[in-house]
């Protein structure tokens, strides 16, 4: 476990509310050809927005809790053992159903796509929300994954409410272009301006998709070539990028416990690994 925090800091609980699933990560070797085979490299991790920034809020040396759905398939088990080897609280409901799945495609460390089965990652209601989970959380994070569809968006609110009443901070990362579309731009805009996260994160895609947002600080992650914050650049660390997945997830745990010069370290170990969080499954 890796800790940067001086002698004298008070550690919290980063409290995040979002899916954990598992990764499929492809790194083709060469350009892929249709009906046939393509050379790969295929590593399965623990994978999921949530799971992510959770699983780096412990590997970073914070105390870390996941809200979440969990499935009844023998995939659950997996999840479940692997985020609790890692030192993060699994607390939510367990629902009849599926894991979710995502096979990510890697170009080599620069870019990523992604295949999306969430299975019952967005079955999480409101009424599954205990708000004592946010006793002793100095943040409380949301991937947008967790607003833009029902009933988590449910779920997300309602733990945003109970975040509010313990004066815990909020914190919002928007996740992907394609869900704030679904949902629409402008409702999206109008959902953070009820919501006043204190930090919105994004890569520059979110960001120019979501426009200025002036009563909130907007963290733009830029891949290579870092991040973007209040007008000002903050390069990235030097490392050898082997995988792009979860380097933004790793970003924002690091920022939440110790600023943008723990985040982009944290991002840097991030892509100099296959996989979004530290480590493969056995």
């Not at 046939?36 to 780096?56: F, H, I, K």
């Amino acid at each position: 476990m890796y800790r940067a925090l001086g002698p004298g800091y008070a550690a919290a609980m980063i409290c995040v509310l979002g899916d954990a699933h598992l990764d499929v990560v492809v790194s083709v070797s060469g350009q892929f050809a249709p009906d046939t085979d393509t050379a790969a490299s295929t590593r399965l991790v623990l994978g999921g927005q949530g799971a992510n920034v959770a699983a780096w809020a412990a590997e970073l040396g914070e105390e870390s809790r996941l809200i979440t759905a969990r499935a009844t398939d023998l995939a659950a088990s997996l999840v479940a053992s692997e985020l609790a080897g890692r030192g993060v609280e699994l607390v939510g409901p367990v629902i009849e159903g599926r894991t979710g799945v995502i096979v990510a495609l890697s170009d080599g460390g620069t870019r990523r796509s992604m295949i999306t089965d969430r299975g019952v990652g967005p079955l999480l209601t409101a009424g599954s929300v205990d708000p004592a989970w946010l006793d002793g959380c100095s943040w409380l994070h949301l991937p947008a994954y967790s607003l833009t569809s029902e009933p988590i968006r449910g779920a997300a609110l309602a733990a945003a409410a109970g975040a509010r009443e313990r004066s815990v901070r909020l914190s919002v990362d928007l996740s992907s272009t394609a869900a704030i579309g679904g949902y629409g731009v402008a409702a999206f805009r109008d959902l953070l301006a009820s919501l006043r996260p204190e930090v919105v994160f994004g890569n520059l895609a979110e960001t120019d998709l979501v426009g200025e947002l002036p009563w909130t600080c907007v963290v733009s992650k830029q891949g290579a070539d870092g991040v973007m914050i209040a007008g000002r650049h903050y390069p990235a660390v030097a490392t050898e990028a082997v995988d792009a997945t979860g380097a933004g997830d790793a970003f924002a745990a690091g920022y939440l416990i110790g600023g943008v010069s723990l985040g982009l370290s944290a991002a840097a170990r991030a892509v100099a690994t296959i996989g979004a969080t530290i480590g493969a499954m056995p």
